[in-house]
């Protein structure tokens, strides 16, 4: 380290000229030095010194191109380490012998592999919700953001009906049971390419791909009868039920149909719960 600092004023931006000058001057000192000698003592023989100094300089442009392409791993660790730095993805660099630079290129590679495994973990976190593993309010907006919708779509909320009376008579431990349980029929009840995720508290999300709103309340209404058939779990003595609103989705703006499907949600709830509304209704 300190014979690289020392020699940091030869090429100060070039690591690859720095070497050059090195090796040139440390192979040319025996040329230069026999014709020092000859000079000295009258006895140069030019033509083979000019033999001599043309296969040096054959041998320097070899030298050079040859300190290039050694280097080329070491310029691609680096970009790679750059990549990993700002943010983004680096594809697997190729692998090397069992010298020093193989050495790098697997070091960064395993850099690589951790520093994306970490991204994945920590994005899967920001997007799911803990309790339930459904995505969160972050996850699904962003899961609708990047799904195409061609024919139309429509937006659930569904709220669990009278879960603060679940948690004050049973206790928290069995309120975050239910929402599991919840969120396990909720996905069961959907199709495959259908969106759910947890809204918030006991509130739920549903968008309901390529399907219009009286579609997407049978499906709902069908979720409904499951669950009184069987119950994720008994309130005095019932089954515990929900509520939801629904409204179409057909603009790219979602918070217009969220806001339309929570006052669904609102008349379902002043209607008596365990029912499904539409916006239209």
Same mark, same amino acid.
């Given at each position: 380290?300190?014979?690289?600092? &020392?020699?940091?004023?030869?090429?100060?931006?070039?690591?690859?000229?720095?070497?050059?000058?090195?090796?040139?001057? #440390?192979?040319?000192?025996?040329?230069?030095?026999?014709? %020092?000698?000859? /000079?000295? @003592?009258?006895?140069?023989?030019?033509?083979?010194?000019?033999?001599?100094?043309? #296969?040096?300089?054959?041998?320097?442009?070899?030298?050079?191109?040859?300190?290039?392409?050694?280097?080329?791993?070491?310029?691609?660790?680096?970009?790679? $380490? %750059?990549?990993?730095?700002?943010? %983004?993805?680096?594809?697997?660099?190729?692998?090397?012998?069992?010298?020093?630079? %193989?050495?790098?290129?697997?070091?960064? *590679?395993?850099?690589?592999?951790?520093?994306?495994?970490?991204?994945?973990?920590?994005?899967?976190?920001? @997007?799911?919700?803990? /309790?339930?593993? /459904?995505? *969160?309010?972050?996850g699904f907006l962003q899961a609708v953001a990047q799904r195409r919708l061609d024919k139309g779509a429509a937006v659930a909320l569904i709220d669990?009906?009278?879960?603060?009376?679940? @948690? !004050?008579?049973?206790?928290?431990?069995?309120?975050?049971?239910?929402?599991?349980?919840?969120?396990? &029929?909720?996905?069961?009840?959907?199709?495959?390419?259908?969106?759910?995720?947890?809204?918030?508290?006991?509130?739920?999300?549903?968008?309901?791909? !390529?399907?219009?709103? &009286?579609?997407?309340?049978?499906?709902?209404?069908?979720?409904?009868?499951?669950?009184?058939? *069987?119950?994720?779990? $008994? /309130?005095?003595g019932a089954p515990i039920t929900f509520s939801a609103g629904v409204a179409n989705f057909d603009d790219p703006a979602l918070e217009d149909a969220?806001?339309?499907?929570?006052?669904?949600?609102?008349?379902?709830?002043?209607?008596?719960? *365990?029912?499904?509304?539409?916006?239209?209704?």
């Amino acid at each position: 380290m300190r014979f690289y600092q &020392a020699s940091s004023f030869l090429f100060p931006g070039s690591y690859r000229l720095r070497i050059f000058t090195i090796c040139f001057v #440390a192979t040319h000192l025996p040329l230069l030095s026999l014709i %020092g000698w000859e /000079l000295w @003592n009258g006895q140069a023989d030019w033509t083979s010194t000019i033999v001599v100094l043309l #296969a040096t300089l054959a041998g320097t442009g070899f030298a050079l191109a040859a300190i290039h392409a050694l280097l080329v791993p070491l310029h691609i660790a680096s970009d790679a $380490l %750059g990549q990993l730095e700002s943010g %983004g993805t680096v594809e697997r660099l190729p692998t090397g012998g069992r010298d020093v630079i %193989g050495r790098l290129l697997a070091s960064v *590679n395993r850099a690589a592999q951790a520093t994306d495994q970490l991204v994945r973990s920590l994005d899967d976190r920001a @997007n799911t919700d803990p /309790l339930t593993g /459904l995505r *969160n309010r972050r996850g699904f907006l962003q899961a609708v953001a990047q799904r195409r919708l061609d024919k139309g779509a429509a937006v659930a909320l569904i709220d669990l009906d009278h879960f603060k009376r679940v @948690n !004050d008579a049973m206790g928290h431990g069995e309120g975050d049971r239910v929402l599991i349980a919840f969120a396990a &029929a909720l996905e069961a009840g959907l199709r495959r390419h259908d969106l759910c995720g947890r809204w918030g508290g006991e509130e739920f999300v549903v968008l309901f791909a !390529d399907v219009d709103v &009286a579609e997407a309340m049978l499906i709902l209404d069908r979720l409904t009868f499951q669950m009184e058939c *069987n119950p994720i779990g $008994l /309130l005095d003595g019932a089954p515990i039920t929900f509520s939801a609103g629904v409204a179409n989705f057909d603009d790219p703006a979602l918070e217009d149909a969220i806001q339309r499907a929570d006052r669904a949600l609102y008349a379902a709830k002043s209607q008596g719960r *365990n029912c499904v509304r539409s916006d239209r209704v």
